[in-house]
């Protein structure tokens, strides 16, 4: 079944406060275990924890030069998007979009702003996209990222402005 595209013109990202952090603990843990469920003997409720945490402290503004925003859809919200912006590059350092909301035009959207203010900027957008995840380097390639490098898990993928 394949869902409409939704209109561009109404997504919204907005920076988050410490209201969104039980909605964006909860949208991590399902994107995440999407991709790998959870095995036998997996501490979930520390997994939870630490998730909160790590939220907590990325809304509070305890990470430098890291913003953590909620992706809004008709003033709903359906996704996350962090961004650390330092020496001189844009980082895409998370990008989680509900289930029920990816490859209906969200994801591309979020992007396609941060393109544009790369380009503003003359500066280069940086991600990490997990190497278990074809169908999320499928749509960064689609938008122009190319591969530079990998790590263990992961692709390093980046966008130049010209």
């Given at each position: 079944m394949h869902m409409a595209t939704l209109d561009p013109r109404n997504v919204v990202v907005r920076p988050a406060t410490t209201d969104d952090i039980e909605f964006m603990v909860h949208l991590f843990?399902?994107?995440?275990?999407?991709?790998?469920p959870l095995g036998d003997g997996v501490d979930v409720d520390?997994?939870?924890n630490g998730t909160r945490t790590a939220?907590?402290?990325q809304v509070?503004?305890?990470?430098?030069?890291?913003?953590t925003n909620v992706i809004e859809y008709d003033d709903r919200r359906v996704g996350r998007l962090r961004v650390v912006r330092a020496d001189g590059q844009i980082a895409i350092a998370g990008l989680q979009i509900l289930?029920?909301?990816q490859r209906r035009g969200v994801g591309t959207a979020v992007i396609n702003n941060l393109i544009?203010?790369?380009a503003a900027t003359s500066m280069?957008?940086?991600?990490e996209v997990e190497k278990d995840n074809p169908e999320a380097e499928s749509l960064y390639t689609r938008l122009g990222f190319e591969r530079y490098g990998e790590t263990g898990d992961t692709y390093r993928m980046r966008y130049v402005t010209a």
């Open positions: 843990l399902q994107i995440r275990y999407q991709l790998s520390a997994i939870v939220t907590r402290e509070q503004g305890h990470v430098a030069n890291s913003v289930p029920g909301f544009e203010e790369a280069p957008v940086l991600l």
